[in-house]
């Protein structure tokens, strides 16, 4: 119990932490904003490129069979897609600096952006994971008759691991990094609107 009195004697020895000020507040909000940005665009780059490499091998690589020309075909089609919303959401938070003089209205676009990007980062992010697991299927038809079976095999529970590793581990830390990083501003947001409150 000793230590308990002390502990709470602490605590109310503690000063209030007094308001941040405005301009404080908007730097971490900014910072965030432009960190956040930054993700989105080379991840962007990054599957532009893997686009580049997989047209590529459509055009230059002569496959045996159909199945792998559909498989890349998919492949391309769901990371098109994926590039598209990633460049789509990356012009939509770097535009977002003209919202910063009216902490509601950006609190409001940074909620919605949230939830287009937890339905993008969970629901379609799954099915772009069929997609492309049925692409991986589709090419495994040619490394079946290309390679010995046990190096087939090894390959295919590489692939399932690798799976399973991105979905519940991978993409999990994803979305709490990105969630995290949007809530924070949020947070910041809602400071301003209190200090502005109790300026008044």
């Known amino acids: ?44 780059v990054s599957v532009a490129v893997a686009i580049l490499v997989l047209l590529w091998m459509f055009i ?33 938070i770097s535009n977002s600096a003209q919202l910063l003089s009216k902490p509601q209205d950006y609190i409001n676009y940074l909620k919605t952006f949230q939830q287009k990007r937890n339905r993008f980062n969970t629901r379609n992010y799954a099915v772009y994971e069929a997609c492309i697991a049925v692409a991986f299927a589709l090419y495994g038809i040619e490394m079946y008759f290309a390679l010995p079976f046990w190096t087939f095999a090894g390959a295919v529970i590489f692939i ?32 301003i609107k209190g200090q502005f409150r109790d300026d008044r």
């Open 160 to 191: 399932i691991f690798w799976f399973l590793i991105c979905h519940f581990v991978f993409m999990k830390q994803y979305i709490h990094n990105e969630n995290t990083r949007i809530q924070e501003m949020i947070d910041n947001l809602e400071r």
């Open 60 to 92: 230059a690589v002569d496959f045996s069979t159909w199945t792998t020309y559909l498989a890349l075909a998919i492949m391309i089609g769901c990371i098109s897609y994926y590039l598209f919303t990633q460049w789509k959401d990356y012009r939509n």
């Open 1 to 44: 119990m000793k230590g308990f009195d002390e502990i709470q004697q602490l605590w109310q020895r503690q000063e209030p932490e007094p308001n941040v000020s405005f301009d404080a507040v908007l730097r971490r909000v900014k910072t965030n904003r432009a960190s956040l940005a930054k993700k989105l665009f080379w991840q962007s």
